[in-house]
């Protein structure tokens, strides 16, 4: 048996490397009976951070609570607000009015079946006439919810607690600052200082890491959170890197913050707004709006691009100075070479049309600690892991390939390059084709990480994709189901806009309750896990 790990470096910090730093810290040491393994984060002081994007997906809720944080302070130290929703617009057009369509892909939706019949294909023939896209509102009351400003729960409740399904819009520089907290609070070494040269042993694997001002630091396991470098995983392994530019067009982004028009007005809906050239996207965080917009130079130049970004936020982006952003959009083929462990933007990239980065944040820790190596670094462990994060990048890549390949914008080369010249990956075709005859299933969708077959229904519907579709299925659902199930679902929605606090007004009551569990601490010795 080979000798146990007991020092592990993470390099880079930002959202990737102070998640690395703080889960391993927490998980690898909470119930040990041994020594804490020790961890140690290297932070450049002259390289900024990216800055993973500013929502989230609704298993961040659950990565918090399992690392014992105060979720009222989460919210007011990170700028947050509640996320109930994905909002589309413009992405695709009506086929008859050549209106564009838009529609909500919501959280939460509310029953499996009507007599063991999907109820998509109630929807698909009972529909409101003359409405074959917006499936969300038929099936979730988060259209409503957004729509009257409400929060996810009841003012009286706890951290954590829910009346529907939610995630977060966050700052994510505010983010990692709070963790950076946490973690040195529960031990961890930060070194602010820059890595000039990656020192590998005869077999290849990393032996130390010279600092430019602290000299040699040895090595055992080493996380890189060096972002789109790559400075352990690409540059000094030789790590081969796979671009999905054949399916995907966008390559930069322009970023910026704006003020609230109206801060009680906060919506709880990430929105994303098709352009000529890509996409924008809006967070409303709790004291400000984070937007940009995420392009393809093969079709914009930055100056075009942010003269048509500025154009589409109108008077709200008077005095806005985008700064642009490059991406490398793809994956390192491995992950997990030797004993170097790639995580965040270091391991791959997909534009976050889903925001799913930090998500993927969260599945490689947890799958990390799932395969937790000694000093022999099994190529078995190595392998199983390197296999399941290719399946998840592969599952988030074809997720967002569909919302181009199956869209009917041809109202510039961009969009038509997007439907009609890019590969589609084959996995991807041979659902679509199948989803022309019958719609996605839970059973069938349950290899997936991320998104259920709810998801896909949602999505395909509110992109037309199932207009002209047959299903064989339709035959055999009745219209009295449908009516009693929208019934049901109405007096819910009503319910719930009436139950549910506003939004603002929720996140100003759980701000002053974290205030006073402050006050409350005096003098807390800073150990919040």
Request: glycine share 10%; with cysteine; net charge negative.
């Amino acid at each position: 048996m080979s000798d146990p790990i007991r020092h592990i470096t993470v390099v880079g910090g930002g959202t990737a490397g102070w998640m690395s730093a703080v889960y391993l810290g927490v998980h690898l040491n909470r119930r040990s009976q041994t020594p804490p393994i020790k961890i140690t984060l290297i932070e450049s002081p002259n390289v900024k951070t990216v800055g993973v994007g500013e929502a989230t997906v609704p298993s961040m809720m659950q990565w918090l609570q399992y690392l014992g944080i105060d979720e009222a302070e989460f919210i007011t130290r990170c700028n947050a607000s509640f996320k109930l929703a994905v909002r589309f617009r413009h992405w695709d057009k009506d086929p008859k009015t050549g209106k564009p369509l838009s529609y909500i892909n919501p959280f939460d939706g509310i029953g499996d079946d009507i007599w063991g019949f999907n109820p998509a294909y109630h929807f698909h023939k009972f529909g409101a006439e003359g409405d074959r896209t917006h499936y969300g509102e038929y099936q979730s009351p988060m259209g409503d919810l957004i729509d009257n400003y409400r929060g996810p729960r009841l003012i009286d409740k706890g951290s954590y607690e829910r009346t529907v399904n939610y995630a977060y819009h966050l700052d994510a520089g505010l983010f990692a600052q709070f963790l950076m907290e946490i973690g040195t609070a529960c031990g961890v070494e930060h070194i602010r200082d820059d890595v000039v040269e990656v020192q590998l042993d005869e077999q290849g694997f990393v032996d130390s890491l010279q600092l430019k001002e602290g000299g040699r630091h040895p090595v055992e396991l080493v996380i890189d959170c060096t972002g789109f470098r790559g400075v352990i995983i690409q540059q000094a392994l030789g790590v081969e890197f796979e671009s999905y530019d054949k399916y995907l067009l966008n390559d930069r982004a322009l970023a910026v913050q704006l003020p609230h028009q109206d801060p009680t007005k906060l919506e709880p809906v990430t929105t994303s707004t098709a352009l000529g050239a890509g996409w924008s996207w809006r967070v409303p965080l709790y004291s400000r709006i984070g937007t940009g917009y995420v392009f393809s130079s093969k079709f914009r130049s930055d100056d075009e691009a942010t003269e048509e970004f500025l154009k589409h936020l109108g008077p709200e982006g008077k005095n806005a100075e985008p700064r642009a952003i490059g991406m490398r959009v793809g994956r390192s083929k491995k992950v997990w070479e030797k004993n170097c462990i790639a995580i965040g933007l270091s391991s791959g990239f997909i534009e976050p049309l889903e925001s799913t980065a930090i998500f993927m944040i969260d599945m490689a820790l947890q799958w990390l600690t799932d395969y937790f190596p000694d000093k022999s670094y099994s190529p078995a462990l190595q392998n199983r892991f390197n296999k399941r994060m290719q399946e998840l990048n592969y599952e988030i890549r074809d997720f967002i390939v569909l919302h181009y390949c199956t869209s009917n914008r041809d109202d510039t080369p961009y969009w038509r390059a997007a439907s009609n010249d890019l590969q589609v990956p084959d996995g991807l075709q041979e659902d679509l084709d199948v989803f022309r005859h019958a719609l996605p299933g839970g059973e069938e969708m349950e290899r997936g990480h991320l998104f259920s077959y709810l998801t896909y229904v949602i999505v395909l519907f509110g992109k037309g994709y199932f207009d002209n579709a047959s299903f064989g299925a339709s035959h055999l659902v009745t219209r009295g189901d449908w009516n009693g199930y929208q019934k049901w679902l109405g007096d819910l929605k009503g319910m719930l806009v009436k139950k549910l606090p506003d939004h603002y007004t929720l996140l100003n009551s759980i701000r002053a309750s974290a205030g006073a569990a402050q006050r409350d601490m005096g003098n807390s010795d800073g150990n919040i896990l």
